[in-house]
């Protein structure tokens, strides 16, 4: 089994910066995509950005709403996933969920993904 854990949520203020880790443990699988999602109550989940590996090269993508804002990285293990977000609005504000899967799948799919971390909530106030 593998396991995602997100942490570095919280509460900021608009204009301010946060950055989300997601660790994973567990089952050695070696993962191709890696992404972030988001959710508000009652909206589904969102994608954010995601990272896809093929051989030694990788791609990055975003959502328009956080291009420029946000950036993913991740360790070179890829053991770590990392979510820096900067200039944060209201419209930020969710449950921000980490995602991982073997293979290379549609990155802003949520169903396309395998495993998902439990969730960490950010808060963005005006």
């Known amino acids: 089994q593998v396991h995602l854990v997100e942490s570095g949520g919280g509460l900021v203020e608009a204009g301010g910066s946060l950055r989300l880790s997601c660790a994973r443990s567990g089952r050695s699988d070696s993962f191709d995509t890696m992404g972030w999602f988001r959710q508000v109550p009652g909206k589904e989940r969102e994608f954010v950005s995601a990272?896809?590996?093929?051989?030694?090269?990788?791609?990055?993508y975003y959502a328009d709403s956080v291009k420029g804002r946000f950036t993913c990285s991740s360790d070179n293990a890829k053991n770590t996933l990392f979510l820096q977000m900067r200039s944060l609005k209201p419209d930020d504000t969710g449950a921000y969920y980490c995602?991982?899967?073997?293979?290379?799948?549609?990155?802003?799919?949520?169903?396309?993904?395998?495993?998902w971390g439990q969730g960490a909530q950010v808060i963005v106030s005006s």
């Open positions: 990272i896809l590996w093929s051989g030694r090269s990788r791609s990055t």
């Open positions: 995602a991982a899967s073997r293979g290379i799948v549609r990155a802003d799919n949520p169903d396309s993904y395998e495993y």
